[in-house]
């Protein structure tokens, strides 16, 4: 019988390590589900299909072009009154054109401003980045210690409510005051009192914890052993190093600032002047009762 406890423990054990919630689960969740970076995620697309746009304004542009119409003449005199003959015609046209521009100072500009976006686009994800993942250790570690501390304020309500129902034995058989056991009646209130608060802190961090991180069914599940020990900077200096050379905002401070002055490069190129080639070709048939068919063929610099 022993042994059969022994093995249903240990079963129930193994089943509830493999449902917890350990701490770099919570984070990659978070990493994985969490709106605000899959919005950012979308911002980064965003810009590399901006890259490619800019890129495009080198290439050459191709226009095609056709129409088709029927016309029918029902009558048709000449200056005399007399009838003209009638020729009824089906005029169709294609044409195509293509144009390359050879001079745009402006469009270098766009694309340099465009290169500089995919970086500010990722510095932007990265702070993002850091601002989830701190918002999910915060709201892992609020929710174990929340959870911990209604435990051990609901430990300690039990307590003393029996003991003020001990001191109330004691008063009947003379062995206390009165005031004792106001005393104890006290410090039950004053308890379930941080009880109440207890329970309130233990909600909002799981709301919180829901929100940053995603759903949770037991808060029990969260395995509070496996939260990382992380290094930090030991001396001021060694932190403000850091901070200088990887910080996200100042980084994104010096790409909004690049992008300015190319913006100010695009806004002079407007006085700049810009040159263009085109090459258009076209091909009309049925004309006119006159020309049947003609194929014209144009290069024009602009």
């Known amino acids: 019988m022993k042994k059969l406890l022994f093995i249903i423990f240990n ?14 689960q919570a984070l990659k969740k978070a990493y994985k589900d969490n709106p605000e970076l899959n919005a ?12 490619k746009i800019s890129k ?33 015609v089906d ?28 970086e500010l686009a990722k510095a932007k994800f990265l702070k993002k980045e850091q601002e989830i993942l701190y918002k999910s250790i915060e709201a892992y570690t609020g929710l174990v210690t929340a959870n911990d501390k209604l435990k051990i304020n609901k430990s300690n309500v039990n307590l003393l409510d029996r003991q003020v129902e001990t001191d109330r034995i004691r008063l009947e058989r ?29 909600l909002t961090s799981k709301l919180n914890y829901e929100n940053v991180i995603g759903k949770l069914n037991d808060p029990e599940l969260l395995d509070k052993t496996s939260i990382l020990q992380v290094r930090i900077p030991l001396e001021l200096n060694s932190a403000i ?49 006159t020309y049947d068919e003609e194929k014209k063929l144009q290069l024009k610099p602009q």
């Open 11 to 24: 079963f129930l054990f193994l089943l509830t390590s493999v449902n917890a919630e350990t701490f770099s």
């Open 56 to 88: 495009g304004s080198y290439l050459p542009t191709i226009t095609l072009s056709g129409s088709k119409s029927r016309e029918d003449t029902e009558k048709l005199t000449n200056r005399d009154g007399s009838n003209a003959n009638i020729n009824d």
């Open 40 to 51: 950012e995620r979308e911002s980064l697309n965003i810009s590399e299909q901006e890259l």
């Open 241 to 289: 190093e850091l901070s200088e050379k990887n910080n996200p905002e100042l980084i994104i401070a010096k790409l909004e600032y690049e992008q300015a002055k190319k913006d100010t490069s695009g806004a002079r190129s407007d006085l700049a002047p810009t040159a263009t080639l085109s090459f258009d070709r076209s091909k009309t048939e049925d004309l006119s009762s």
């Open 174 to 202: 003379g062995n206390i005051s009165l005031s004792d056991v106001a005393q104890s009646e006290s410090s039950l209130a004053g308890a379930q009192a941080k009880l109440i608060q207890a329970e309130n802190d233990f």
């Open 91 to 118: 005029p169709s046209v294609q044409s195509i054109t293509i144009t390359q521009t050879l001079i745009d100072f402006g469009r270098g500009a766009e694309l340099k401003k465009s290169k500089i976006g995919i």
